[in-house]
Structure formats: C-alpha cells, structure tokens
C-alpha cells in the first residue's frame, strides 16, 4: 500500500512540474517584443540601363527595336515603365535630369514581366512619333526613359537614351469593286447581295515593304458621299479631281508650282586682282505644268498620283456615314459593309445612283496618307415596285419565232388573267423602249437580253419586279449558258436579292451540235443551285434533220404528277404550226401535220430539294421508233430553298391548249410571286419549311465567287 501511495505522489509531481514550465514560458514570452534582434538589410533598388542597340542619337524611319536590361541585387523585376517624348519638350522643362524628377506616375507606360525569370533581358519595340506635316525631311529627336521596379515597389534610377525618327507615309488601296458590278442598298444587314462592301489596305513601301519586314497595323479613316446623279460625278470628276505628284521627300505637288533643287558649286572669280574661287548656291527649277502632268510617270523622285477635294459643298452636302470605333475616326479593320446608304434620298421607285468611298491609312507614327484613295461606285436601291419581268431568250433572227409579238401576247394575256383571278391590280407592260444608243426592241417588263449583251442586263432593271420569267422558244440553246458558265449571272444576283423565277424553255444550256439522241449536256454549278438541274438530255433533233433528214420530233404533252395541283398540259397543233417557224431553207424542215409534235424537249435529273410535276408524254409512248425513250421522263419540277423559289420546264407554254396553259400558269405564278417584297432584306428562314438550307455566309460566299467569274467573262467579252 505504502508503495502504491509512493507511485501517486510522483505522478502527481510530475504533472505539477510540467505545468510549472508550461505557465513560466507563457510569462516570459508574454514579456518580450515582437521584434528580432539584430540588423537588418534594406531593400537595393533595383538597375536599369540600355544595351546592345540601338546608340544614342540614331535616326529611324520607323519604330526603333530597343534593348534594356535590368537587375535587382536582393530580388526579382516586377514590371518596367518607360516614357517618350521629344527633346523640345525636355529643354523647355528645365533640361535631362529636371525633366525626369517633374514625371508623374499617370506620364508612364507599365510593362508587366515573366516572374520566372531571374535576370529578365527586355526587347521592345517602342512608338516613336514623326513629324505629321513635314514626315521625311524634319525628324523629331525624342528621348526615351525606363525604368524598373522590384516586388517591394522600389524603383530604379531612370535612364534615357536619345532617339530621332522621320516617317515615309503610307499608301492607302481599295480593293477593286468593280463599277460594272453595282452593290444592292438594304436598310437592314444580312442579306446575300445586300449592302456596300470594301475592302481596304495600307503599305509602307519604304519603310517596310521594300526592306522585307512587315509594317504594323495601320488605322485607317473612311467616308462615303452620295447619291450622285452621273451628271455631277462627272462634274466632280472634271473640277475635284486633280492629278498630284508626290517627291520622294513627301511634298506633295500640284499643277503650276515649281519644284527647285540647289547645290553649292565653286565658281572662279577675280577679288582684288587675285583669281580665287567662291562657293555660290545654283538652284534648277521644274515647273509641273500641264505637260510635265501629261508626259511624265512614276520615277524615284516622283509619284504621280490623283486627290479628290472632298471639303466643298457639292460633296459635303451629300455626306452619309464615316468610320468611327466609339472615340475617333480611326479604326483598325480592313473591310467593312455599310447598308442604308439612300438614307437621305427616299423613293418608292427603284433607282441607280452613284456613291463616292474615300479612304486613307495613319501609320505608327501617326502619319496619314499624302494622297487618300477614293472610289465612285454604283449601288441600287430595290422597290420591287412592278410585278413580273418576261426575259425573252429566243433569239431574234427569224428563226424560231413565226412572229415574237406572238410571244408577248401571250404573255400579256397569261398575266394579266391571272392577276384578275387573284383580284390583284399587276404591272405587266411588253412595249418597247430604247434606254441606250443602239438598244432598241426591249422594255422595262418584256426584256430582250440580247440587246443588252452577255452579262449586261441592268440588274436596276431585275430588281423593280418581283418574279422573272425566263423564256425561250430556241431548239438549239438559249443563250442562257456557254460550256460549264452562266452567261446572265446577274438574274441570279437578282433571285439573291429576294426574286423568284420561272424557267421555262426547251434547251437551255450550252449549244449543241450532236447526233447523239442522248447527248448528256453539262450543267453549270449555278444552275443546279439555283434551278435545281443536275443533268439534261438532248434530242439531237436539229442536226439529225439536218444532216440525217430523220424527224424525230415526240413532245406532245405531260403527265400531271398531281393533277390537283397541275393539270395535263397537251400540244395545240394549230398553235404549234402557226406560232413557231417552219421550213427556212435548209435550217428548219418543213410543217408535217402527220408528226405534229414539239421538237428538242429534254429531260432533267433533278437536284435534292426538288419536287416533280411534269412527266414527258411522248407522241410513241414507250415504243420511239429512234434511239432515246423519253416517255415518262421528269420534264417539270419545283425547287424551293430556305431563300427562294423557282420553277423549272423543259417545255414551253406558247403551243399548249390555252386554256390549261392559263391554269399552270396561275397555280405556278401564285407560288412564287411574293405581294410582300419589299426594300428590306432576305432572312434565312424566308421559307423555313425548305429541304435544302443554305446558309446566308456561304450564299454570299457563292455570290463572291460568281462575281470573280462575272469579271472574266467580261474581260473575255471586251477582248474578242
């Protein structure tokens, strides 16, 4: 028991011991200060000084690449800070070391570093600025300070360095728009063809380009003006427009002024009867007079160039819209599309007018182009104001027609019975006009393309209906196409901007001179996406009669997929015999009542997104006693896509029954025609129940490159 009681006693004295300890260091350490003993290191500013290149005093002609190092002894670089500005400005503060004690923080421009590295060398390129009214021949010196601070927030000693630079302006360019191609005008964006579209850029030749490096963004100020009557372009073009040249030394000069060039040269005189030479300063003038204007090009010392005067009334008052990035002027993009540009000049007709696009570039050093580019371009305004447009493709040589007033009666009659049905009140006028010198035998509805020329009917003309109708009687080729090529492009740009259209002819595509009963003949691309053709046959119909004397005619009506819908369309003969040509020497074989049927009517394969109504009804049903079996083949289709309709035959209406050719013709017409078009712009979802989607983007990708195909086909136009 006693030794139990001896065990307790030194617990429990162990226990009193350690709290003992415990409570003494909590009273000693409660009496001392928080701070260590001892010395203490201050913080070393951090060093900052220039190396390598470039030395003091160098002259650039652009933003100089400048190398600084910068150490911290006890740590690490935080950031840099540098400051420019020209030595004028530092003198009149009191010289180098003044200046640098008067900057404030909100005076410098922070570079932020990689921590990671311990010894951070810094290259960078830093802006310069030149002299904007006299850029080459007056260079600006300008000092450079930096510099660098550690993490604790210490700075460094600044350190400077004195640079100077001149500038070579930059050139500004527009992409080539094409006046023969005018722009569509919408008040809203979105569209395929719609809206103004430029694109724009800048070169420094001298300063970059020239040398194998690449320039620096450039900013760039744009402004449009308009409409113009051609009348005042043309009085601009002969009053406001001025040809310039630009030395080499950025002075820009202009009809009449002389430019003088002097050197010193020593010339031996007599002083005092002493032979001695004297310096004398001998100055040569060229006088850029109206023959120096029209004789003399480019050289090295000279750039002849052209300005236009926008700051006189006649252009001012016609302002519309100028670039802006939310501050200023001066934005940073190279292209751009600008809608609602008839915003000051209402109409509720369909009118061509002319614009004027007038740009230049501001390099780095915030040096703008000596001589600003500029523009005069087309653009339309679409009413859709008339209703349906008939572009008769039958060529006007005698040939097909027995009388093409024939074809303009019949197309006066098929509309205007149809509006009455609809209780519609349509424009529909088949008189003639004369717009042009030469251009006769065509109108404002009832369009003869030939007098126009491949690829020139006015698309001002398109765009005032809202349904085309593109007819042709022809046998051998519409005109329509040449090999794998839309000879007409512009009647798509017209579906593009909202009008549908209604083919209806026998060959249309590229022409054809073949025996072959089944010749395949190519489809253009376009075609396909527009009309939803993907292959047509060929008859071979006139060059079997001609060579072979073998009449193989055989369309003699169709068969209605739904009957509903579209009725059965069968061949009046009388109208075949009288309002088509027969019998014109050895070109055309004579009438035969025996056979009377409708020659060189092919058949199509048709695109995703089509859906048939006609079938070929032919006159020996399936037993054709030639070499192709057409009976039964598609020979009519509807295409629609989620932008617009059309509708394809391979046949034409002019010698069908009247009367079921009426009832095809209002059933077709009210599906495509649109009582709503209007000025505004097509959506994606015009037609949003379509099979066949296509996107805006890539439809004005398409239109794009038909525009690039659009100016070789006129190249190839003019040189033949």
Known sequence: MNKYIMKNKTKILTMLFATLIVLVSMFMLSGCSDTVSGDVNANIAPIVQFVNIPPE??????????????????????????????????EAGGGLEMYKDSLTDDQWIQIDLNQTESDPHTTN??????DTL??????????????????????SLIASRLFSRNDNPPETFIFDIGNDTPFVNSVFEGGIVTGARFKWWGEDRKDYDDIGLTPPPFDYEWKIFGPFTKDTIDIINNTLVEDVFVTADAIILHLGDTLWTCETIQVDTVIGGDSTTIPVENCTGVEFDATFFSDSGSTPFYTKSRILNIDTTLVTDKFIVASFNGIDEWVQNESDTIYNLYRNFPSDTTLEMNFIFWTRSRDDALV????????TFPIINPKYERDIAVLDFTPSNGIQYANVDSSKAFWYNIIHNWADSTGRTIIFDTSE??????????????????????????????????VLILNSESYRSSGFT??????????????????????????????VFSKDYQDRLEVPTTYTRYLGVDLMTYTGWWANGLFEGIRNEDFIGTYSIDESQ????????????????????????????????????????????????????????????????????PVGHKFQSNLFRSVHFNFTLLTMNAQQAQEISNNVLDWLYNPALSGTVM?????????????????????????????????????N
């Open 57 to 90: 005093g160098q002259l650039f002609s652009r933003n100089p690449e400048v190398h600084w190092i910068g150490t911290d002894p006890d740590g690490l670089i935080d950031y840099y800070r540098y400051h420019i500005i020209d030595s004028v400005t530092v």
């Open 125 to 130: 390129t830093l802006p310069l600025l030149a």
């Open 134 to 155: 006299d850029p080459v021949a007056n260079p600006i010196a300008q000092y450079i300070f930096i510099q660098a601070f550690d993490l604790e927030g210490k700075g």
């Open 368 to 375: 703008k182009d000596l001589t600003p580019e500029f523009v």
């Open 433 to 466: 006009f004369a717009p042009g010198v030469g251009l006769s035998k065509t109108g404002i509805d009832y369009v003869n393309p030939g007098r126009y020329g491949v690829g020139q009917i006015p698309l001002s003309i398109l765009l005032k209906h809202k």
């Open 482 to 511: 040449s090999t794998n090529r839309i000879l007409y492009p512009e009647i798509l740009s017209a579906m593009d901007a909202g009008i549908n259209a209604w083919a209806v002819w026998r060959n249309p595509l590229s022409s």
């Open 566 to 633: 579209w009725p059965n369309l069968d061949i009046d003969t009388t109208l075949l015999h009288t309002r088509l040509k027969w019998g014109l020497t050895n070109f055309l074989p004579e009438w035969n009542d025996s056979l009377a049927a409708l020659p060189e009517v092919n058949w199509a394969a048709r695109s995703f997104g089509t859906e048939v109504m006609y079938l070929y009804k032919s006159k020996y049903g399936n037993n054709n006693p030639f070499r192709f079996q057409f009976e039964g083949s």
């Open 683 to 719: 959506r994606e979802d015009r037609y949003d129940d379509a099979v066949f989607k296509i996107s805006i983007e890539e439809a004005r990708q398409n239109y794009g490159e038909r525009l690039i195909e659009q100016a070789e086909l006129r190249k190839e136009q003019s040189s």
